[in-house]
């Protein structure tokens, strides 16, 4: 744990932690308790729960020395703070996690679709035929801070404490639209549903492309 802008952060990746002791003379018991700290991350991102974490003091083990003494612990408590899940990598288990529940996380659709696809009993489903690059999206949430970048509204808040709205192609990638900051905003449901069906969507691409052109020239 570390402190970061006055931000109490730890980051790792439990799944990595569970690899190393993995295989021969690994520690199968810690190896099942890293997969298992893996798996309760993957469940509150699906599940959009918040995340309580017990602190353990004492004597930690040294990572990567496979004689090194078990870890001590002489004190364990229970935070009585939630925690948020800032960053989780599907792929590689790499996580972030913060103290508190972050008013400037912002989730999309892609992030619970992303949850789920990585959900053992839906892995079968195909995923979407056009790859979005994540660090776009990423840019565009924060871009908005929340509200909808076409009415205003602010986006609802998930149980977990992150604001959910939507990123949306304005040319869309199947009419050869650019996957970048300046074709892609983020909207709120309703408006996003419009931008698709509205007896007048063309009309309101105009209106989001003339949003988009007054951005900051300066942005990526
Ligand atoms: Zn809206």
Known sequence: MVVEDGQIVERGNF????ESHRGPGGKAKWYERAKKLDDALQEALRDNLPVRVIINDGNRRKPGDPKAKASVVLKRELDPEPWTIAEYDWNTGAHVLKRGILPTRFVDQFDIEQSEKADPKKRDQRGSVFVRDPRVRSIV?????????????????????????????VVPLSEGGADTVFNVVALCPVDHRKAHYSHDHIKLREELLKVLEQLEPSQP
Not at 147 to 152: F, L, P, Q, S, T
């Open 141 to 169: 949430k924060e871009r908005s801070q929340g509200r909808c970048e076409y009415c205003g509204e602010l986006g609802f808040k998930m149980v977990s404490g992150a604001t959910y709205l939507e990123t949306h192609h």
């Open 15 to 18: 799944r990595a932690d569970a």
